[in-house]
T-cell receptor
Framework: AQSVTQLDSHVSVSEGTPVLLRCNYSSSYSPSLFWYVQHPNKGLQLLLKYTSAATLVKGINGFEAEFKKSETSFHLTKPSAHMSDAAEYFCVVSPPGVDTGRRALTFGSGTRLQVQP | GAVVSQHPSRVICKSGTSVKIECRSLDFQATTMFWYRQFPKKSLMLMATSNEGSKATYEQGVEKDKFLINHASLTLSTLTVTSAHPEDSSFYIC?????????FGQGTRLTVV
């Protein structure tokens, strides 16, 4: 069984300041982990993914996340927030292996990021 | 990346009618597609797994007679909400995976009045 917990339902930052969105996972194996972003009434866009390669993963739009097995965490960070970053962010876990086409994803509850001017 | 197209993006229907939502993989074949439902300000919950050429697998608590899934080809899965009621109003999203990455449709905002 696997699960993912996003520790903050809402995060508010000022434009130009760092962003930290927290995610902890629970899995009986070494999972694949993802961060997705969803803008209002839109589908989901993949920000970055961890699939057992480098533990520090760089994604699009300046986001990155670090996989820490000892802490079972996969927090998302960005050095400087932009107004366009305001959206809903989901931490997602999937079983490992190449046949992920047949595996559904398990979503965290989401974190709404608000960016103040 | 691969493209998953979902149609329609928005639909308003009357109570008691049925609505069909299409999910297409445009540039790859998908033997498996997933349907998720998202309630307002909530996360995505898996409804069912759509398998090409066979019956869909539904998650616990999802009524298979209300949410009919058909996956007749390698590029198309449909979700039909039958006899819709206001409580079926939600955001529905499909996904398909290729090369170990999931791609999502744009979502369908269903409003039942």
């Amino acid at each position: 069984a696997q699960s993912v917990t996003q520790l903050d339902s809402h995060v508010s930052v000022s434009e130009g300041t760092p962003v930290l969105l927290r995610c902890n996972y629970s899995s009986s194996y070494s999972p694949s982990l993802f961060w997705y972003v969803q803008h209002p009434n839109k589908g989901l866009q993949l920000l970055l993914k961890y699939t057992s390669a480098a533990t520090l993963v760089k994604g699009i739009n300046g986001f990155e996340a670090e996989f820490k097995k000892s802490e079972t965490s996969f927090h998302l960070t960005k050095p400087s927030a932009h107004m366009s970053d305001a959206a809903e962010y989901f931490c997602v876990v999937s079983p490992p292996g190449v046949d992920t086409g047949r595996r559904a994803l398990t979503f965290g509850s989401g974190t709404r990021l608000q960016v103040q001017p | 990346g691969a493209v998953v197209s979902q149609h329609p993006s928005r639909v308003i229907c009357k109570s008691g009618t049925s609505v069909k939502i299409e999910c297409r993989s445009l540039d790859f074949q998908a033997t498996t597609m997933f349907w998720y439902r998202q309630f307002p300000k909530k996360s995505l919950m898996l409804m069912a797994t759509s398998n090409e050429g066979s019956k869909a697998t539904y998650e616990q608590g999802v009524e298979k007679d209300k949410f009919l899934i058909n996956h007749a080809s390698l590029t198309l899965s449909t979700l039909t909400v039958t006899s819709a009621h206001p409580e079926d109003s939600s955001f529905y999203i499909c996904s398909a995976s290729v090369r170990s990455e999931a791609f999502f449709g744009q979502g369908t905002r269903l409003t039942v009045v």
